[in-house]
């Protein structure tokens, strides 16, 4: 049985042994044997603890810039909502207005 087997069943008899009951050794045994699983498929893989953690890093603080980001996008489309909304008003302000005026010169040239 291979190594990587060997620590799926561990992990999955000790997971039953947590559901029993027994929390206390048993998590702390499982804990251990999830990292180092973890650590073997890491190694499998050929990749580099630290090289990981860097890109991790590189990846995290990318979606923290991204994040920032459409922050400042979602403020931005918030003022061109208050302004389109300005807008509509300041443009049916003026369409009443130009109606009035129209309808007052209308009034003025009949009589």
Avoid: P
């Avoid at 008899?13 to 029993?20: A, F, G, K, N, V």
């Avoid at 860097?54 to 991204?66: G, I, Q, R, S, W």
């Avoid at 509509?88 to 309808?103: D, G, P």
Wanted: hydrophobic share 35%; with cysteine.
């Amino acid at each position: 049985m291979s190594k990587a087997v060997e620590s799926t069943t561990q992990i999955h008899m000790l997971e039953s042994r947590i559901h029993e009951g027994d929390l206390s050794s048993t998590k702390k045994k499982l804990e251990e044997l999830e990292v180092g699983h973890l650590k073997e498929k890491l190694e499998s893989t050929g990749m580099d603890l630290e090289v990981l953690c860097m890109e991790l890093t590189v990846v995290n603080a990318a979606k923290k810039e991204a994040q920032e980001g459409f922050r400042h996008l979602q403020v931005e489309l918030g003022e061109l909502k208050v302004r389109e909304e300005g807008l509509k008003i300041a443009n049916a302000n003026f369409v009443e207005s130009s109606m009035l005026e129209y309808t007052e010169g209308f009034k003025k040239a009949m009589h």
